[in-house]
């Protein structure tokens, strides 16, 4: 039976003190290291025989930078074993790839220090030079990332990212309002649900696009700028608010990526149908792993949204089956 290659699900690359290494994480949840890139890190250079004699044996081989001889007496029998098993996968380019266990790297640099350590680099003290850097430096990265988790310190650095971001985002001045959004996208919010678009219709339009608005668009900003807006935006004695979100958001970033996101939403919708058709897509889009996005409102026969005052909301629809039952629903 033929083995399955795995797909990389993300791919990057490492910068380890100015190592680079490029890097993956497969559909199984395995972190891998491109094993030509490990090789470019030491500063090893491939070689051609390598390749021949792998193809001819079809066999497990240790990797093409673990393969000398006088490697072999610092490699112990357990690294052996593992080593071994390089890992064949798909990138995300589609590209057949060789890595290894990501968490095998320093072992790798413990073979070439204690080989340089033996005499085994006389002409080229560069490689075990190389190894014990990149070792000295993933130490360095251990330790520090168990002193943040220990201490609680890595909420704090998250959140001090999240405030970078936020200021990229946010502008400290609010702008003069500025049409953001194009008529076309209340165009084709009025024909996915049959209303008129006419100045009457547009006067009396629902509130529902406000929450449609802020769904569709707004949500899709980066995570914790909609919650910064909402408690940024000036409002009246009243509550309501006195400008729109856009006023806030910063003109080389903010805007633009808003920008962006309306006109995706645009093609969107005229791709779509009616709303539940649309809903269908945008859902298909929102998937992330486990995570779906639930359709928010109730459509009737020809896919049209159903006016507020006619929807049946989950919690009202508990409490219906409750009383059926003779059961009250538990929570809000």
Sequence with gaps: MTKKILQATHQGELDINGFKISCAVLEGGERVLVNRSVANAFGLKGSGAYWQKKKIEKGALLPEYL??????????????????????????????????????????????????????????????????????????VAITALVDEATGYQYIREKDELQKLLKHYISPELLPWTKRFPDDFYKELFRLNGWDFTVKGIKNRPGVIGTWTKKLVYEELPKGVLEELEKNVPKSEAGNKTVRFHQLLTEDIGNPHLTAQINQIVTLFRLSDNMKHMWQQFEKLKARQNQQLELPFSFDENGHTIESSQNTTLSNVKKKIGDIIGVKPKGK
Excluded at 105 to 133: H, M, R, T, W
């Design 67 to 140: 393969s000398a001889k006088y490697l072999q007496p610092f490699l112990t029998e357990d690294s052996k074993i593992n080593l071994y098993n390089t890992i064949s996968y798909i990138n995300t380019s589609g590209i057949e790839t060789e890595g290894i266990d990501a968490s095998f790297l320093s072992d790798i640099c413990d073979v070439y220090v204690k080989a340089g350590q033996n005499g085994a680099f006389k002409n080229n003290s560069e490689i075990p030079e190389n190894a014990y850097n990149l070792l000295l430096a993933l130490s360095k």
